[in-house]
DNA sequence: ATACTTTGAGAAACCGGTTACTTAAACTTG
DNA sequence: CAAGTTTAAGTAACCGGTTTCTCAAAGTAT
C-alpha cells in the first residue's frame, strides 16, 4: 500500500501532527524529531496526498481553462501561456474544450464545480446569462481572455481590437492602398468581430476613404471562411488592392483561394493578417499581421487569477499590447510609383 | 456557505447515510424519502464534493496527458482526441507540457502523484528508466502514443511508422522519382526518427535504388529544422527531384525554403510530408502527406486507459491505419514523360 | 398469533490530511 | 529556588463524503 501519514508517524515514533508539521516547515518539533521524521519519510518513499490536504484547505491548486479547442492555434497558444505559469506558481490545468460539438461550457461548468477547481480562465468564450448565473452560485474568481462581458467586476486581458485593426488598415494606407477589403469575423462576436471592423472603418474614415459595405464580407474565423470569404470578396468588387483578415487562419485562407485564382501576392493583392500565430510565418509569402502576445495573454490571465484565488481581492483588466508583424504579404506602392 | 450532505439531511429529516443512497442510486430508502431528499437537494442547491468522494472510492476521475508543447499541432490534435472521449466517459484531463524549458516530465510526475490521478498518457514522450521507476511506484497505469518502450506491459497506440514511410516512399518512386531526399527527425527519437528512416531505406532498396547518405539530413520535426535542413540538403546534393519529410512542420519549411530559392513545387521537387496536420493544407500548395489519424490516437489512448483504470486489467497496443493524403506537392513525372 | 424474512433508515467508522487545544518538559528570570 | 515563559509534541476534532453494521418496523409464512 502507498504509505500514509500515519504509517510515517508510527514508523518515526512521532504523532501525525508533527509529522504533517515537519511537511509543512511550521515549528513544534526539535531538529532531531525533524530529522528522523524526514529519513523515515524518505526511507518509505511517503509522499503527501494533495486531495486529503484540500479537506482542510479548500484549495485543489487546480484552474479549469475554457477554450474552444486545443486545436485552434490562437487558443493553443494562449493555453501554452497558461499552463507554463501556472505551473511555476504550483497549479495544475483542467483543459476543457467547450466548442467540441455544440457548446460544453456548462457540462464542463458543473464538473469544475464538482472538482472544486479553485479558478477559471475563459479563453474567446462569450459568457452568456446561463454561464453567468452558474458561475456566480460556483464562487470561483474568473479571468477572461479576448472576451468581453457586462459585468465590470470580471477581470479581462486582452489587445486593444479596435485600435489594432486600425492600425492594420492604416498600415495598408500607408504603404499606398486605398481599395482595402475586409474579412470580418462574425458579428455574434464582440470584440473579435464588432471591434475589429469598427477599427477598420474608422481608419478608412479618418483617411478620407469611403467605407463600402461591398468590400466587407464574414467569416468564422477559420480557414474555410477565408476561402469562400475571399471568393466571394472578388465577385463583390474587383478594384480591391489589399485585404484585411481578422484572423491570420482566414487571411492564409484567402490567400490560398486568391493563389489559385493565379493571383500574385503581394504584387496584386496584399493581405494583413491578425493574431500572428505560427502559422502566418510558415506559409510562403509570410504573412504581414497584427501580433498579440499569445503566450503573454495566457500568463497575464493566471496571474491575476491566482491574485484572486489568494487574495480574495478583485483585480483590474488589462490591454496589452499589439504590433504590426512585417513580413512579405504587403506591397509598398508608393515605392513602386516613384 | 456551501451546502454539504449534512446540511441536506438536516434539513430533509434524514440520515446523510440516506442522503448518500438517493444520490447513488442504490437501495434502501422508501419512494417517499426519495422524493423528499431530491427536492431538499435542489431548492439548496446541494452540489456533492467530487474531492470528498475520491477519499472513500479512491479514484479521481482525472487523467494526465504529458504532452511536448499544446503548440504542437500534431501533440494538440491527440489531445483534443483524449480530451473529447474523456470527458464523454466522465474523466477530465490535466494538460502536462513537457518541453517547456528542459525537461519538465518529472517535476510534473511528482504533481499528478501527488493529484492521485488515475492514469497517463503520454504522447511522444521517450520513457526513460527515471520516468519508469518513478511511474512504477505510483502505480497508475500509462498508454503511450506514438512513442514505445521496451517494457512490454506498456500499451501504445500508434501508426505503423516503418510502414507509412515505406508507403510514402513507395508513392514517390510511383510517381516516377528516383532521387528522393529525406528530412529526418533526430535520430534519437526511436519510433519518429530511427523507424521513418528505416522505412525510407527499405522503399529505394526494394525499388533497386541506391541509398545515398547525402541525400537525408536531419531535423527536429518543426519547422526551422526543416528550412535548414532543405538548405543542407540543396548543398550536398543537386540531383533531388523529391523530399520525403518526417513531418509536415519541416517539409513545410523545406518547401519554404525552396519557394523563396525560386524553385517551383512540384514542376522542380515534389514533397511529401508525414502527420497531416492542418497546416498541411492551409499551405499553397497543399501538401501531399502521410495522414496519423490523429484524434483517433488520442481516443483509442484513453479508451485503452480508461479499460485499465476500471478494471485493473492489462490492455494491448494498437497499431492505427495511416493513408496517403494526396494534395498537390508531388509531381507525376511518368505522366510528363508520356 | 408467532416466528422468520425483508426493507427502510440511522450510527459510526473511515479515507488522509490540518490545526486548535492541551500538556509536559525545559528554560528564564527575579 | 519558585514562578513564569517558552518549546516540543501529542490528542482529537474536522473537512465531506461512502459504506458497513445494526436495528426497528413492516411484511410473510405457518
Given at each position: 500500500m502507498i504509505p500514509t501519514i500515519r504509517d510515517v508517524a508510527r514508523e518515526a515514533n512521532v504523532s501525525i501532527a508533527t509529522v504533517s508539521r515537519v511537511l509543512n516547515g511550521l515549528?513544534?518539533?526539535?531538529d532531531k524529531t525533524k530529522q528522523k521524521v524526514i529519513k523515515t519519510i524518505e526511507d518509505m518513499g511517503y509522499h503527501p496526498n494533495a486531495i486529503a490536504r484540500y479537506l482542510n484547505n479548500r484549495r485543489t491548486q487546480t484552474i479549469g481553462v475554457m477554450i474552444p479547442a486545443v486545436t485552434n492555434e490562437f487558443a493553443s497558444a494562449v493555453l501554452q501561456g497558461v499552463e507554463e505559469y501556472a505551473l511555476e506558481r504550483g497549479y495544475s490545468v483542467f483543459v476543457c474544450n467547450t466548442a467540441v460539438d455544440g457548446n460544453q461550457t456548462m457540462k464542463y461548468l458543473q464538473v469544475l464545480r464538482e472538482k472544486k477547481i479553485d479558478g477559471i480562465v475563459f479563453v474567446c468564450e462569450v459568457l452568456d446569462n446561463e454561464h453567468k448565473n452558474l458561475l456566480e452560485a460556483m464562487k470561483v474568481p474568473i479571468v477572461l481572455v479576448s472576451s468581453v462581458t457586462d459585468d465590470p467586476h470580471i477581470p479581462y486581458v486582452r489587445v486593444d481590437d479596435k485600435q489594432a485593426a486600425y492600425d492594420a488598415v492604416r498600415y495598408l494606407i500607408e504603404k499606398g492602398h486605398k481599395d482595402i477589403g475586409m474579412i470580418s469575423g462574425s458579428q455574434e462576436d464582440p470584440i473579435a468581430g464588432t471591434l475589429r471592423q469598427q477599427g477598420y472603418r474608422d481608419a478608412l474614415y479618418d483617411k478620407g476613404i469611403a467605407f463600402r459595405r461591398s468590400r466587407v464580407v464574414y467569416g468564422d474565423f477559420h480557414y474555410d471562411s477565408g476561402m469562400t470569404a475571399m471568393e466571394t470578396l472578388l465577385k463583390q468588387d474587383k478594384g480591391i488592392t489589399a485585404v484585411f483578415a481578422a484572423s491570420d487562419e482566414m487571411a492564409v485562407g484567402a490567400m490560398n483561394y486568391a493563389m489559385q485564382q493565379g493571383i500574385r501576392i503581394p504584387e496584386e493583392i496584399s493581405f494583413i493578417g491578425y493574431d500572428n500565430i505560427r502559422l502566418s510565418r510558415m506559409i510562403y509569402p509570410a504573412l504581414t499581421t497584427v501580433g498579440q502576445p499569445l503566450l503573454q495573454l495566457g500568463q497575464e490571465a493566471v496571474s491575476k487569477l491566482i491574485t484572486m484565488i489568494e487574495t480574495g481581492r478583485t483585480v483590474s483588466s488589462q490591454v496589452v499590447p499589439h504590433e504590426i508583424v512585417e513580413r512579405q504579404t504587403v506591397r509598398d506602392i508608393c515605392i513602386h510609383n516613384i
Open positions: 515549528t513544534g518539533y526539535s
